[in-house]
């Protein structure tokens, strides 16, 4: 499968600069691709800046973490396609960099990242796993005392004993480190 789409990309790629070059010629086709390198690289910066800013913000709980998280995905794939050669790709990339075109396409970003990673998050908010898209919460709390064995002398530690033994571990009284 990943075969056949890449051999779709290249014939794409291949009919868009064929079509490209016969409707405005060869230098003009070249000067296309190289002026929206150029936005695409002053895109990638600014949006990029506007999206840590989303994401401090929304990490301050000042605005919905939801949207600056699309907003990244978005980005990202945009600076990704725009860093890949040929003409389909860099004007997809010039695509997703534009803020009204994210604002289309972001509510799709997250019905498809809540549906695929919906079980993941509850997961990771429960403290558990997730197998074959649900969640378990594997947390294990074990009740206990801190016992200090070894008390310190002039307030530095003793480093000439453990600071965990079997017994300690275990409970076995038949350690194998003697208790002095």
Do not use: C, H
Not at 80 to 85: A, K, S
Not at 99 to 121: C, Y
């Amino acid at each position: 499968m990943p075969i056949l789409l890449f051999v779709a990309y290249v014939v794409a790629e291949i009919a868009a600069f064929a079509w490209a070059v016969s409707t405005i010629g060869v230098l003009w086709t070249i000067v296309l691709l190289l002026a929206g390198s150029v936005i695409g690289m002053v895109l990638v910066r600014s949006q990029g800046r506007k999206v840590f800013a989303g994401l401090r913000r929304a990490s301050q709980g000042e605005s919905s973490p939801t949207r600056a998280i699309a907003d990244g995905v978005l980005v990202g794939l945009g600076a990704v396609l725009m860093f890949v050669p040929g003409l389909v790709t860099s004007v997809l990339g010039l695509l997703l960099l534009l803020p009204p075109t994210r604002m289309v396409i972001r509510p799709a970003v997250v019905l498809l990242g809540a549906r695929r990673f919906g079980a993941l998050a509850a997961a990771a908010s429960a403290g558990g796993r997730v197998f074959g898209g649900r969640a378990y919460n594997s947390a294990t709390v074990i009740d206990g005392e801190v016992v200090d064995e070894y008390p310190t002398t002039a307030g530095y530690p003793r480093y000439d004993r453990p600071a965990i033994t079997r017994a300690t571990v275990e409970g076995d009284t038949g350690s194998q480190f003697p208790r002095t």
